[in-house]
């Protein structure tokens, strides 16, 4: 009969570290195989997604399985290994930003996917600016509805485009310098749109090319795709700005390209007013 070991855990979310973990506790106690037991209440993440995350993380490790019930395993008492404080702050780390901890295969997901988008975003700016993102995020998402499109997207890129904010001014102006040299002359009050895009792609793994477009256009207003627009706009109209942007609301949600016109010409002259004082 095989010798199984159980190693149960929240998995918020699964990290190398965990893997690592259950490796070493199958060479330990001499384990044919280990089988994973996500706990279904108390991570940030629900149930069913911390489950698919371990379940994929673990895909490539023939010694490795996951299992929703301990009745699944047979035989005598398993040797159990708890996830420890240690892995729980490796996931706690995860959440707050660092995705290298992450197994490879599922960055994309993490990040695509917006299961720790709240606390990712809140960990990488202040107060005022994450208040700001869920302004846009929830704005992005009603226009998004309004014409049918997917808002889950809008919600995810509102949540997402001032990302690079929470960067000092040194990392970005460093990021500028080197990587995109020939964006030196735009104001830094834009840079933070490419360095946003940046970080969503190379650091966190995303790919949805429409996301990232949308991200590094939020600010000069000059993508014209759907989602591009719909965050332009709630960037510009979220009643945290502090004015009274229910019309260009209204028009948003019944004509988009419309809307997009206006606002953008409104900032154009906004803009030219200030440079006349």
Not at 123 to 152: G, K, P, Q, W
Not at 179 to 205: I, R
Request: glycine content about 6%; some cysteine.
């Amino acid at each position: 009969m095989k010798k199984i070991g159980i190693f149960r855990g929240l998995f918020d979310p699964i990290t190398a570290a965990h893997l690592e973990a259950a490796r070493h506790f199958r060479k330990k106690q001499r384990l044919d195989a280990v089988l994973f037991l996500c706990e279904k209440d108390g991570g940030i993440a629900d149930g069913l997604a911390r489950f698919l995350m371990v379940k994929k993380a673990i895909r490539p490790y023939r010694c490795l399985a996951i299992t929703e019930k301990l009745t699944a395993v047979m035989g005598k008492e398993p040797a159990v290994l708890n996830e420890s404080e240690q892995l729980k702050k490796k996931s706690e780390q995860v959440r707050k930003g660092d995705f290298s901890l992450l197994p490879a295969c599922l960055r994309r997901d993490a990040i695509e996917s917006g299961i720790y988008a709240d606390p990712l975003v809140r960990n990488m700016v202040n107060e005022h600016r994450y208040r700001h993102s869920l302004s846009v995020a929830s704005l992005s998402r009603d226009i998004a509805e309004a014409h049918h499109l997917d808002s889950r997207k809008a919600w995810l890129i509102g949540m997402y485009h001032d990302i690079a904010k929470g960067l000092s001014e040194q990392q970005t102006d460093d990021y500028i310098k080197i990587e995109k040299p020939y964006e030196f002359s735009y104001p830094q009050a834009v840079w933070h749109a490419w360095v946003g895009y940046y970080l969503l792609k190379h650091v966190y793994g995303m790919k949805d090319k429409e996301m990232l477009r949308a991200v590094r256009h939020h600010c000069l207003g000059d993508d014209g795709s759907p989602l591009g627009m719909i965050v332009y706009l709630a960037d510009k109209l979220e009643s945290g700005r502090g004015y009274d942007s229910s019309k260009e609301i209204e028009l948003a949600k019944k004509d988009l390209k419309a809307a997009f016109e206006l606002v953008h010409q409104q900032q154009a002259d906004f803009l030219a007013s200030k440079e006349k004082v």
